[in-house]
């Protein structure tokens, strides 16, 4: 896999991290025809020659997305090659990074070991999530990488949610909200809320409920093979967002249905694994040291 058209992807303006990750990216194109830079538009003000900024369309056709910020940007990234085979490789210019593993200063050697094909490839699954009415004609839909959080529609109040597994009955919760997350999600919302971390190749979801009103009721972690249908068990109406950045109010007798999706994300994965993420970006430390 050569890389000749080679896309940046990133959003924060005043960020002096993305800011010197462009320059050390022109810097590096200067001496590296046969490679183009395209950036996106937030980016105009800010890029330098020989990186051109060209439109979302052309930002889909590339070979390869980098992107320069943290997984916010990188989930942005997923959705904009959503449908293609573009992989992704994120810089990390904001805080944890999880799903950003390279780091700015690194950014040469890494373009040069990108040219000189000194890397692999790993795919992660995405969810897709479809919005059905009462007559069950399809409403809306979406694709996750990270997850789907369902919470009320309004301030103060908690949900109350009928949730079917395979076409049977599994359980009605009551919580603040619920997430459902893919293995890339469980680092995410889901590792906040208390579930657990799954590693990224495995196929499954997770059922993560935010402070239950029973203390019996924990995450379930079910297959990505199945089918997830979730309704209000009330009559009224739910807010999903998908991701953190798409939302969709769901109104009494919708379903949202949810299942595994044909796509995939691909990202880049060069000296660093899952296993030197969780030990380096969640400060995992092992047991305690001596004195």
Not at 184 to 201: E, R
Not at 259 to 284: N, P
Request: net charge positive.
């Amino acid at each position: 896999m050569r890389f000749s058209k080679i896309g940046i992807v990133g959003f924060k303006a005043k960020s002096s991290e993305l800011q010197a990750a462009l320059e050390v990216i022109a810097k590096w194109a200067f001496t590296h025809k046969s490679v183009r830079f395209y950036a996106m538009e937030s980016l105009r003000t800010l890029v330098q020659k020989p990186i051109r900024v060209v439109s979302e369309r052309t930002m889909r056709s590339v070979d390869l997305i980098i992107a320069i910020g943290g997984d916010g940007t990188v989930l942005s990234s997923a959705r904009l090659v959503l449908g293609t085979s573009v992989p992704i490789l994120g810089v990390n210019a904001g805080k944890v990074g999880f799903l950003a593993e390279t780091r700015v200063e690194e950014l040469p050697e890494i373009l040069d070991a990108l040219q000189a094909g000194h890397f692999t490839t790993r795919e992660r699954i995405m969810m897709n999530a479809k919005i059905y009415g009462k007559n069950g004609k399809l409403l809306f839909s979406e694709t996750v990488l990270n997850e789907v959080h369902v919470r009320a529609d309004g301030p103060e109040r908690m949900v109350n949610l009928n949730v079917d597994y395979n076409g049977a009955h599994l359980t009605e919760y009551w919580a603040d909200s619920l997430l459902i997350s893919t293995p890339t999600g469980s680092t995410a919302y889901n590792l906040a809320a208390g579930g657990p971390i799954v590693h990224p190749m495995a196929p499954v979801f997770v059922l993560t409920p935010l402070a239950p009103s029973s203390l019996s009721v924990r995450p379930l972690v079910i297959p990505s093979n199945a089918k997830c249908t979730i309704a209000s068990a009330v009559e009224v109406s739910l807010r999903l967002v998908f991701d953190g950045r798409i939302s969709y109010t769901l109104q009494p007798g919708e379903t949202i249905e949810l299942s595994k999706s044909e796509a995939v994300t691909t990202f880049i994965r060069m000296q660093h694994g899952f296993m030197d993420a969780l030990r380096e970006k969640l400060g995992w430390t092992g047991k305690p040291k001596l004195i």
